[in-house]
């Protein structure tokens, strides 16, 4: 039973899950079906969500060729992770837990697949009120055939758009609407993503790395001390890092800083 109860809220996130990833591949197909060429074969559907998309419209009507499909999304399954991380908090998340690595003076520690898995566990918490309103507007009436692609994409849109436009600082926002040289925007809703995008990624990192500042702090100190004693002592042969290592798994240890850093990285993206 209990194995049961503890697998239940897995299956509940699957649907959010799948609900995420079909948002990433509709907001990078349907433009680009928008302007293609009209195909020489009837399309091929599944009745699965994932194919519909694969087989959106094109302009003149007709739908595109089952190999044209399997092309697209093969050229998209290349860079479509790396952009659907950028657009969630997995940036921030992912450069403190390597900062942290950093100032412990630990080289492999955890592994990176261990970092890497904690945070899009992490992520996935950080998202799931997104990827369930996702999953409640767009993907769940797509699926029943209620609203049309364009109508879920524009729907889905709006949910990372608004995310994002959360996180993103104004002097960001500021900075890439000069680049553009385009007018001011009256509400967050009115700026496009090719603005926000960049915004908020260097927005991310800016953040990520001022997180890393303070957890180094401490860190730092342990490493000053010990270096100074060693060196009253006369032990200039002796690494630092050998023995102020010990001392910094043991500060971290007793602070509980990994329920500290996640709940502070958690924290963070509260609005």
């Known amino acids: 039973m209990s194995a049961c109860a503890e697998a239940g809220p897995w299956r509940r996130w699957l649907p959010a899950l799948a609900a995420m990833i079909l948002v990433a591949v509709l907001l990078f197909t349907v433009p680009a079906f928008a302007q293609?060429?009209?195909?020489?074969?009837?399309?091929?559907?599944?009745?699965?969500?994932?194919?519909?998309?694969?087989?959106?419209?094109?302009g003149d009507g007709r739908s595109l060729s089952l190999s044209l499909q399997i092309l697209v999304l093969m050229s998209l399954l290349t860079v479509l992770p790396s952009l659907v991380?950028?657009?969630?908090?997995?940036?921030?998340?992912?450069?403190?837990?390597?900062?942290?690595?950093?100032?412990?003076?630990?080289?492999?520690?955890?592994?990176?697949?261990?970092?890497?898995?904690?945070?899009?566990?992490?992520?996935?918490?950080?998202?799931?009120?997104?990827?369930?309103?996702?999953?409640?507007?767009?993907?769940?009436?797509?699926?029943k055939g209620q609203i049309s692609i364009e109508?879920?994409?524009?729907?889905?849109?709006?949910?990372?758009?608004?995310?994002?436009?959360?996180?993103?600082?104004?002097?960001d926002l500021k900075l890439f609407q000069n680049l553009a040289k385009a007018p001011?925007?009256?509400?967050?809703?009115?700026?496009?993503?090719?603005?926000?995008?960049?915004?908020?990624?260097?927005?991310?990192?800016?953040?990520?790395?001022?997180?890393?500042?303070?957890?180094?702090?401490?860190?730092?100190?342990?490493?000053l001390v010990v270096a100074s004693t060693l060196m009253a002592l006369g032990m200039m042969m002796l690494s630092p890092t050998i023995i102020s290592m010990p001392f910094k798994l043991l500060l971290f240890v007793l602070v509980d800083g990994w329920a500290l850093t996640m709940g502070s990285l958690a924290g963070s993206f509260a609005t």
């Open 184 to 223: 001011a925007f009256r509400t967050p809703e009115d700026i496009p993503f090719t603005i926000l995008l960049p915004a908020f990624v260097t927005s991310e990192l800016k953040t990520a790395f001022q997180i890393g500042f303070m957890i180094f702090l401490p860190f730092l100190i342990i490493d």
């Open 151 to 171: 109508e879920a994409v524009g729907r889905s849109g709006k949910v990372l758009h608004g995310f994002m436009a959360k996180q993103t600082r104004e002097s």
């Open 85 to 143: 991380l950028m657009m969630t908090s997995f940036t921030r998340i992912i450069i403190v837990l390597s900062l942290l690595r950093q100032a412990l003076g630990l080289q492999q520690t955890p592994p990176n697949q261990v970092l890497v898995g904690l945070t899009l566990f992490l992520s996935l918490f950080v998202m799931r009120p997104a990827i369930d309103t996702i999953n409640a507007q767009a993907f769940d009436p797509y699926g």
């Open 36 to 58: 293609a060429a009209p195909a020489a074969t009837p399309p091929v559907d599944n009745g699965g969500a994932l194919s519909r998309a694969m087989g959106q419209i094109s």
